[in-house]
């Protein structure tokens, strides 16, 4: 299997899949402005979609989007599903609730909407992950143990971290405690984005007041 995947990008919730699932696959890094892969490849070649997440089976079907490459993981690797009758519909719900509400409502945020946009999006995004914190039934959202669709949303409030939208307090804990896993961590470390964090707490530090005596 290969994942292409750009750092950040919704992408990272199927490179956390695949590491806490112990899956064998091999990933590459595309520019989703130029299309470029990290081998010099034209990504447009990979998918004309041109978006990632996109995941290259062993049999060289390629899957995209995300709620189905998510769904197919879970499908693959049943620990990162949902059990019971209702599991998969119940997790495709969450999967398209995150994707075609949360998601798509950062729009403003990386396509450079102004100011009244962006504060727009900030209240719309706040008060979806409100409601999705309503059903919070333990850890994460299905119980004691992450899902693809917790990935999913991990992503989504790493964004929020990024944008100031403010989040409630389940979440806070929620993305605190998501981190803290070893293939998250290994994920976030492939992406380039432990040093980023690093470097923005460094930043924040530095801007911050000095205090004198
Ligand atoms: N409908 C797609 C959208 C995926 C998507 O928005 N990908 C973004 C990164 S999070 C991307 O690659 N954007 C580049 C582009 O659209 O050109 C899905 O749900 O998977």
Redesign the pocket.
């Known amino acids: 299997m290969k994942l292409y995947y750009?750092p950040l990008?919704?992408?990272l919730a199927d490179h956390i899949a695949l590491l806490e699932a112990g899956a064998p696959f091999e990933s590459e890094r595309v520019d989703?402005k130029t299309k470029q892969t990290a081998s010099g490849g034209d990504f447009n070649n990979v998918t004309r979609k041109?978006?990632?997440?996109a995941l290259v089976l062993d049999n060289g079907e390629i899957l995209?989007?995300?709620?189905a490459v998510l769904d197919w993981l879970a499908s693959e690797y049943p620990a990162l599903g949902v059990p019971g009758k209702l599991g998969r519909t119940r997790l495709l719900e969450a999967l398209a609730f995150i994707?075609t509400e949360i998601?798509r409502s950062f729009k403003p945020m990386w396509h450079a909407g102004n100011e009244d946009q962006k504060a727009q999006a900030r209240a719309t995004i706040s008060k979806l992950l409100d409601d999705l914190a309503d059903g919070l039934e333990g850890d994460y959202l299905f119980g004691a143990e992450p899902t693809v669709a917790d990935f999913y949303l991990f992503v989504m409030l790493l964004w929020a971290e990024r944008f100031d939208v403010s989040i409630p307090t389940p979440f806070v804990a929620m993305r605190h405690r998501m981190s803290g896993r070893p293939a998250v961590k290994a994920a976030m470390e492939h992406e380039g984005l432990l040093e980023a964090k690093e470097r923005m707490r460094r930043i924040r530090k530095d801007a911050e007041p000095q205090l004198t005596s």
């Open positions: 750009s990008a919704c992408s989703i041109g978006y990632v997440p995209t989007e995300n709620i994707s998601h």
